[in-house]
């Protein structure tokens, strides 16, 4: 073998192991991309698991298993330590800044160009929900109509367009109630979610797995919240080929 022939096999031999390096790295990075870490707060067995497996192992046949998923081994060990009670009042904290956050955004031009089919009833909430696919990120949102300002807002999670509606609906309701306005109407504009939510049952076939766990667990605290509280505030559809868009509406159309 002639030098240059014993340099190109040994500058070969690099290029193949720098590849198979990349390679490498590339895997790992999406491996770590794609973990996640489980707390269990209340189970069978408590603590941080690292698959989905074990932490079904841990809450399954236990009532009222208290458990989430995050992100980074350094969210679930803090989340663990601090608590269930204490880690679901920081999320409400967070949620209610959120909702401050994005009701500000509302501004005086865009309120005093907001215009009310004069057959609707001003003192309400329209409520919709927006699925970027069905299903895909899903998100839902209530607006005093009135004003056309949003006064809640949740998502996106991975679920359907049908489940948004139905929990704007609920979140409607014990929002108002909670607010005692017990007459104050909602608009929506799902004709399956008003049946739904009569029924006091989320008709959804959407598969209950990992990545809509979290769903499912707001899903059974809306039926929860039906079957234990009553309310005499109308549900009222709106009439999309007569009023256009409800101002809930996420304009994705």
Known sequence: MTKQEDDHYKISCVLKWLNEVFVLVFVLVNIMAKQKFYVVWDGAEDGVFTSWEACQQAVSGYSNAKYKSFKSEEEAEAAFEMGYDA?????K????????????????????????????????????AAC???????????V???????????GPVFGTNNIGEFLAIVHG???LKQKGLHTMPIYSDSVNAQLWVRKKKCKTTL???????????LI????????????????IKWPTD??????????RK
């Open 144 to 154: 005093y109509l009135k004003t056309g300002k949003e006064i809640f807002h949740y």
């Open 207 to 217: 598969e209950r797995n990992e990545k809509t766990e979290a769903l499912y667990q």
């Open 173 to 175: 309701l014990a929002l």
């Open 87 to 91: 880690w679901i009042e920081l999320e």
């Open 220 to 235: 059974e605290r809306a039926e929860k919240w039906l079957n234990e509280n009553t309310y005499s505030n109308p549900i």
């Open 132 to 142: 970027s696919g069905n299903p895909g990120k899903m998100e839902y949102r209530g």
């Open 242 to 251: 007569q009023w256009g868009e409800i101002p809930a509406d996420f304009g």
């Open 93 to 128: 904290e967070k949620e209610k800044k959120k909702e401050e956050e994005n009701s500000t955004q509302s501004t005086t031009s865009t309120q005093s160009t907001y215009n009310i089919p004069p057959a609707a009833i001003n003192d309400s909430i329209a409520v919709d």
